[in-house]
Each structure stands twice: as C-alpha cells, then as structure tokens.
C-alpha cells in the first residue's frame, strides 16, 4: 500500500460513522467498568479507614467528578454521530476534543481507592476508556484537520493499523 493510499484510507476510516460508533462503544464500556469498580468498593472495601485520605482520593471524587463528566461525553460523542451522519462534524469534533483535555481534568482525582479493586474490575475501566481515548484523538485530529504531514500513518500516534482492515475503505474503481 502506498503512503498516499494509506493517509487516504486512514481518513475515511477516522472520519467514518463507524468509527464514531466504536468509540461509543469504548466509552459505555469505560463508564459502567468504573461503576462497577464503584459498586465494587461499596460492597467489599468500606472496612478501609479512608480517614487520612484526602477528599480526591476517595471513590466519591470519581463519582461526583469523573462519572458526570464521562456520561457528558458520552451524550456529546452520540450527539456528534448523529450530526456527523448529517454531514456535520463539529459536534463529535467538539466532544473528542473535549476528551483530549479530559486526562489532564483526571489528573486531581486521586488513586487511591483504586489500590482496593481487583485488577480485572479496574481493567474494565481502564483498557476501555484508552481505547476510546485514542479513537477520540484520531477522530479529532481527522475531522479538525490537525495532523500534520506523516503523522496520520504514525502508529505511535494513532495507535497500530491493520492495513488488512484499511481495505475496507477503498471506494468502488480505487486499488492499492
């Protein structure tokens, strides 16, 4: 596959409805892993003394900061494919931007309460919702317009490719 035909098959693809959709799918994951990484603490942790933790380090920081704000998000990816499905990207371009700016707003929550759920619970929430950040910064820097020349094809940016998959994408007449 070329460089050029790659760059193109990869925009479709970052730009694609389906896409979207996916990082849909990786953020409802994200948001009910941490509610049961949640409900798993209230059910099997409250024999914890939290009383020399600061109030970011508790469990109720995820729930009254980050919950609200990955359900937002949430609202705003399905609002952006709806538009997008329209034609108009603003919207989702809105809402993975908003992701992009998301870890450095986690950073003040602390970790702490995390220590006391099991791997696989805290897995739940964590594998799903790199996903969905990495879909949301390829999709943002897509439909924004915010790559620079090479960068789309660069796999420690966008994450690994499937040129295979990238197949898809070609347009009735188009060859690799």
Same mark, same amino acid.
């Given at each position: 596959?070329?460089?050029?035909? $790659?760059?193109?098959?990869?925009?479709?693809?970052?730009?694609?409805?389906?896409? =979207? /959709?996916? &990082?849909?799918?990786? !953020?409802?994951?994200?948001?009910?892993?941490?509610?049961?990484?949640?409900?798993?603490?209230?059910?099997?942790?409250?024999?914890?003394?939290?009383?020399?933790?600061?109030?970011?380090?508790?469990?109720?920081?995820?729930?009254?900061?980050?919950?609200?704000?990955?359900?937002?998000?949430?609202?705003?990816?399905?609002?952006?494919?709806?538009?997008? $499905?329209?034609?108009?990207?603003?919207?989702?371009?809105?809402?993975?931007?908003? =992701? /992009?700016? &998301?870890?450095?707003? !986690?950073?003040?929550?602390?970790?702490?309460?995390?220590?006391?759920?099991?791997?696989?619970?805290?897995?739940?929430?964590?594998?799903?919702?790199?996903?969905?950040?990495?879909?949301?910064?390829?999709?943002?820097?897509?439909?924004?317009?915010?790559?620079?020349?090479?960068?789309?094809?660069?796999?420690?940016?966008?994450?690994?490719?499937?040129?295979?998959?990238?197949?898809?994408?070609?347009?009735?007449?188009?060859?690799?």
């Amino acid at each position: 596959m070329t460089p050029e035909m $790659k760059k193109k098959l990869l925009t479709r693809k970052f730009s694609s409805i389906e896409y =979207m /959709q996916e &990082l849909e799918h990786y !953020m409802e994951q994200a948001i009910q892993g941490l509610i049961d990484a949640l409900d798993y603490f209230d059910q099997h942790c409250q024999h914890i003394d939290m009383s020399t933790w600061q109030p970011a380090e508790k469990p109720e920081a995820w729930r009254d900061r980050a919950l609200p704000n990955f359900k937002g998000i949430l609202f705003s990816i399905r609002e952006g494919i709806d538009n997008a $499905k329209i034609g108009k990207t603003s919207t989702i371009r809105a809402a993975t931007g908003s =992701m /992009q700016g &998301l870890s450095k707003d !986690m950073d003040v929550l602390g970790e702490r309460w995390w220590r006391c759920i099991p791997q696989p619970v805290a897995y739940a929430h964590g594998v799903p919702l790199g996903r969905a950040e990495q879909i949301a910064s390829n999709i943002w820097h897509t439909v924004g317009e915010y790559f620079e020349d090479g960068e789309i094809a660069d796999e420690e940016i966008t994450g690994s490719i499937d040129e295979q998959d990238l197949l898809r994408y070609l347009q009735p007449g188009e060859q690799v």
